[in-house]
């Protein structure tokens, strides 16, 4: 596809359990970006790969967070025992490396609500 | 740390008027990138316009435009002849440029926008 491809669209969970959130970027893309958008909080950003390294992973919330890219591709946001306030939009963006005027090219998200 | 603070939780416009969204920032940076973002119920970001710090002319696109106010830390964008279309969360967001690339956003906390027939 043409577009950033996220997966599913939406998922609901029970307290306690795992999820995995893909994000497919656009090909050729070398940058790719998650970010967590909760209602009253606003955009939060959670990590940068760059190629199938994370050099910016401040953004975790917590060791319940852990994402992987692989083959400089598809990325996997993994979250273990959630929790009601992991409840948010997911959204992946990525990009071109190279200079500063390529902009970030966002998926759909994926809308997680914990039970 | 940077902060980006939209006043406006809210706004509405007729179709065919002008509006203005307000943006403020708090920086220490010197070279940066500011952006609005339009985010329909598809839930997927849009670029809608962005400006680099060191430009002192306004960016402008099409019926979109913005009102950079460095000194001011000020970034406001003006709609002209509002469309049904532009209805939409609109989200404003500071870049700093660095070394890594990493196109790390700090966003407000958005304006929903509403036009009306």
């Known amino acids: 596809g043409a577009g950033v491809s996220q997966s599913p669209s939406n998922k609901v969970t029970e307290k306690g359990k795992d999820v995995e959130l893909r994000c497919d970027p656009i090909s050729g893309h070398t940058a790719l970006y998650w970010y967590r958008q909760s209602l009253g909080q606003g955009l939060e950003f959670l990590i940068y790969?760059?190629?199938?390294?994370?050099?910016?992973k401040s953004g975790l919330p917590s060791d319940r967070f852990s994402a992987e890219r692989t083959g400089g591709s598809v990325s996997t946001l993994t979250i273990q025992r959630t929790q009601q306030e992991d409840s948010a939009v997911y959204l992946c963006?990525?990009?071109?490396?190279?200079?500063?005027?390529?902009?970030?090219?966002f998926g759909n998200g994926t809308r997680l609500t914990v039970t | 740390a940077q902060t980006v603070t939209q006043s406006q939780p809210e706004m509405s416009v007729q179709e065919a008027e002008t509006v203005t969204l307000s943006c403020t920032y708090d920086t220490s940076e010197n070279n940066y990138y500011l952006f609005w973002y339009k985010q329909p119920p598809s839930r997927q970001m849009i670029l809608v316009i962005r400006?680099?710090?060191?430009k002192q002319q306004n960016a402008t696109e099409n019926r979109f435009s913005v009102n950079f106010q460095k000194a001011a830390k000020s970034f406001s964008l003006k709609i002209s002849d509002s469309q049904l279309g532009d209805t939409a969360m609109y989200f404003c967001?500071?870049?700093?440029?660095?070394?890594?690339?990493?196109?790390?956003?700090?966003w407000g906390l958005g304006t929903s926008l509403a036009v009306n027939p």
């Open positions: 400006q680099e710090a060191y």
């Open positions: 963006a990525s990009s071109l490396q190279r200079g500063w005027d390529s902009p970030l090219h």
């Open positions: 790969f760059q190629g199938n390294s994370a050099p910016d």
């Open positions: 967001a500071f870049m700093k440029l660095n070394a890594g690339n990493n196109r790390k956003l700090i």
